[in-house]
């Protein structure tokens, strides 16, 4: 797999037999020795400190054998050993790096005949109908689950079956019923626009699962937005509107009776590569904007052009959830919505919760551990 190695002054070069090359610094490679000293064969975990790793550490020899590289560090008296595979596995060109990253499906209301689901009875009793819905929610933002028991505290236990609900003061679940004295617009016969819910928490909630359990009532279509594909529209569109929702931060607020939350957060949030990782817009809860005056107009101007994007038809796709019916969002990707409905026609009752997504995604991860 390893055809040559080359010693260069601050990085280690690798030359593949299957063609390029790869640079590893002396630094990174010695933090990342696997040898039993420096890491518990146990756990995996590093049994050093970061003032304990050589500031420049430099190999005195290294070699090829077999398949590994072998370096003998200078004035230490210790060897460190790295497989090709995993060198190749943590190869940090700008392509393996590409290569390395999630799988993201952007989608409009073309996919309404192909929705991300899954049948529930089948995903608790067979693994691999599992491990797809979990792919299917990592690359769509959202899925579908049919078959839901229509039982109260349904929602939570698909929530803890998947990830653990995060319990919040509107508690482990909530209903979405129409009310006459609501403290919440939700729980209104009102359309709501598409949103991504509660802003106003630090952390907001990773995914929202909706369980559908009565939906007599005419209207009340749910609406889904992909917030990425949006996003994606604005950069290609107004660049420069993209770059100022992904800078500045904007609050957001909620209060009742017994709660004071609030949060602030840029409305597009992007990694260091410049990808798009996150979508905070809620009008509802957006507070006073607080910047430097001369901000504000040119953030109104990028704000509204983002909003105009979030409701193209091209991007909204409308479903009507029938009872036993239960659909989960990646919050701060797929924004949600519903047309108004006529709550004297028929009842329209869904439960909801919220589950941290770092839950999610091990239970993904070990899936595909146990598979492989
Ligand atoms: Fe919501």
């Given at each position: 797999m ?9 990085a ?8 390029g090359?790869?640079?590893f610094p002396y ?6 020795c696997r040898?039993?000293?420096?890491r518990?064969?146990?756990n995996?975990q590093?049994?050093f400190?970061?003032?304990?790793l ?25 060897d ?5 595979s995993?060198l ?8 393996a790096r590409?290569?390395?990253r ?18 529930w009875?089948?995903?608790?009793a067979?693994p691999?109908v599992?491990?797809?819905l ?7 933002g959202?899925?579908?689950?049919q ?15 998947l990830g653990?609900v995060?319990?919040?003061?509107y508690?482990r679940l909530f ?5 006459p004295n609501?403290n ?7 359309a ?6 509660n ?21 009340g ?15 290609r569109?107004h660049?420069?509107?993209f770059?100022?929702?992904a800078r500045?931060?904007l609050?957001?607020h909620?209060?009742?009776?017994t709660?004071?939350?609030?949060a602030?957060?840029p409305?597009i ?6 990808h ?8 509802r809860?957006m507070?006073?904007?607080d910047l430097p ?8 101007e ?6 105009a ?5 091209a ?6 959830l ?7 969002m990646e ?9 108004a ?5 028929g009842r329209r009752h ?9 839950g999610?995604e091990s ?10």
């Open positions: 390893i055809q040559r190695l080359e010693q260069g002054e601050e280690l070069t690798v030359t593949w037999c299957a063609g090359e790869s640079r630094l990174w490679l010695r933090d990342n040898c039993a000293l420096c518990d064969p146990r995996g590093r049994l400190d970061a003032l304990d050589p500031a420049a550490p430099e190999p005195a020899a290294l070699r090829l054998e077999g398949e590994a590289v072998v370096i003998a560090w200078a004035g230490e008296g210790h460190s050993r790295y497989g090709a995993w190749a596995a943590h190869d940090l060109s700008p392509a590409a290569r390395r999630p799988e993201i499906l952007l989608w409009g209301r073309e996919i309404a005949n192909d929705l991300p689901r899954a049948n009875p089948r995903v608790l067979e691999a599992e491990l797809a979990l792919r299917d929610l990592a690359r769509h959202f899925a579908l689950l078959g839901v028991p229509t039982e109260h505290g349904q929602v939570a236990v698909v929530g803890d079956r653990h995060r319990v919040t003061n508690g209903d979405v019923v129409s009310q609501p919440n617009l939700a729980n209104t016969a009102l709501l626009d598409v949103h991504t819910d802003p106003y928490r630090d952390p907001t909630p990773g995914l929202q699962l909706l369980h559908c359990l009565e939906c007599a009532a005419p209207g279509e749910t609406v889904l937005v992909d917030g990425f594909r949006a996003a994606e529209e604005l950069r569109r660049p420069e509107d770059a100022r929702l500045l931060p609050a957001f909620f209060a009742d009776a709660a004071d939350l609030a602030a957060t409305v949030g992007v990694d260091f590569d410049g798009v990782t996150s979508v905070h817009f809620n009008n809860s507070s006073a904007l005056e001369g901000e504000i107009l040119p953030w109104y990028a704000y509204r052009h983002f909003a994007i979030l409701r193209e038809p991007g909204e796709l409308r479903l009507r029938q009872p036993g019916d239960l659909i989960i919050n701060n990707r797929a924004l949600h919505g519903r047309t409905f006529d709550p004297n026609l869904l439960q909801g919760c919220y589950v941290d997504k770092d999610v239970r993904r991860r070990v899936l595909e551990r146990n598979m492989a």
